[in-house]
């Protein structure tokens, strides 16, 4: 009488067979964590994109504005000219809340520079040392004299202090200490209007 029993299957067949399952159940939970980081790495992505677009929007856009400002003609001398300038700029001035005002004179004859606000001696006593340390008349040595006696001289006290100026906006305000003004130099006896280019950048 034959036997019915199926022929033996070796333990080693056995252990392969329960290896192989194994390992392919393994293969797809790796594969179901790899595909469910990636989604998660997306979507991260995407929302730090969203996030950057988000934070540009917010970072104020840098602007510029310019005009033109004449101040009268003025006597020689150190002339205050702060509030005159204010007068011309101040709406413009007010949209910026940080920032830099750059001022040029148009002139070779005058110059620009800050100082004192509140004591007109400094500004007379500025004068006379320009006077002083800038020789005119018949005996000064210039060349250049088809203008006047006192033009050379202008040009030169317009090089010592400069033609521009540059002042720190903040809160819709120049950005100046507490005694500090805007000075327009008039080195001419007989002078004209003076135009100024006011410059404003910031945010």
């Known amino acids: 009488m034959q036997s019915l029993r199926s022929p033996a299957v070796p333990s080693s067949t056995l252990f392969f067979s329960s290896s192989s399952s194994f390992a392919l159940g393994h293969r797809k ?8 980081t990636t989604i998660k790495s997306q979507h991260l992505s995407l929302d730090n994109q969203q996030a950057t677009m988000a934070d540009t929007s ?23 000219i702060t509030s005159k300038i204010l007068k011309e700029i101040g709406q413009d001035l007010s949209g910026f ?8 004179l148009q002139h070779t004859s ?3 520079t800050v100082n004192e606000n509140y004591d007109s001696d ?7 040392f320009l006077s002083r340390i800038v020789p005119e008349g018949p005996a000064a040595p210039w060349e250049h004299t088809i203008e006047g006696p006192d033009d050379m001289p202008a040009h030169i006290k317009s090089s010592m202090f400069g033609c521009s100026l540059s002042i720190p906006i903040t809160g819709g ?6 005694w500090q003004g805007i000075w327009l130099c008039e080195h001419r006896d007989s002078a004209t209007p003076r135009k100024i280019v ?6």
Do not use: Y
């Not at 790796?30 to 469910?36: A, G, L, N, Y």
């Not at 510029?64 to 006597?75: E, L």
């Not at 809340?97 to 040029?104: D, K, S, Y």
């Open 58 to 80: 917010r970072i104020a856009t840098p602007k510029w504005a310019q005009r033109s400002v004449t101040i009268p003609a003025q006597r020689r001398g150190c002339h205050l």
């Open 122 to 128: 400094v500004r007379h006593d500025t004068e006379t």
């Open 110 to 112: 005058a110059s620009l």
């Open 173 to 178: 305000k120049l950005n100046m200490g507490t």
């Open 29 to 36: 939970s790796v594969s179901q964590k790899i595909r469910t």
């Open 97 to 104: 809340n940080c920032g830099l005002a750059h001022f040029f």
């Open 198 to 203: 006011v410059t404003l950048n910031g945010i």
